[in-house]
């Protein structure tokens, strides 16, 4: 079982920078995609960032010119550069894999607090 270790999270002031990271366990044949997804209590999950194994990559309207993601091929890590921080921001960010034959991973989620 392929398991998907995500770091970074925490506490910041608005206009402030976090960095995220998510590391596969293992090697993963048919790699599609990673991306970022979060989550707020009471709500679904929402996409924030995704790129494809060919580095095509794809953010929601909120995020856009503050956030960037990028990956390292090599080590199946993926990461989410987040800067300018909103409060609504505030939530769980969860790390997801996408391979082919319907494989679908998801990370453990970790915290991001923006403060006001």
Do not use: H
């Amino acid at each position: 079982q392929v398991q998907l270790m995500e770091s970074g999270g925490g506490l910041v002031q608005a206009g402030g920078s976090l960095r995220l990271s998510c590391a596969a366990s293992r090697s993963i044949f048919g790699i599609i995609s990673m991306g970022w997804y979060r989550q707020v209590p009471g709500k679904q999950r929402d996409a924030v960032a995704t790129i494809t194994s060919g580095g095509t990559t794809n953010y929601a309207d909120s995020v856009k010119g503050r956030f960037t993601i990028s990956r390292d091929n090599a080590n199946i890590t993926v990461y989410l550069q987040l800067n300018s921080l909103k409060p609504e921001d505030t939530a769980v960010y969860y790390c997801n894999l996408k391979a082919i034959a319907g494989r679908n991973y998801w990370g453990q989620g970790t915290q991001v607090t923006v403060s006001s």
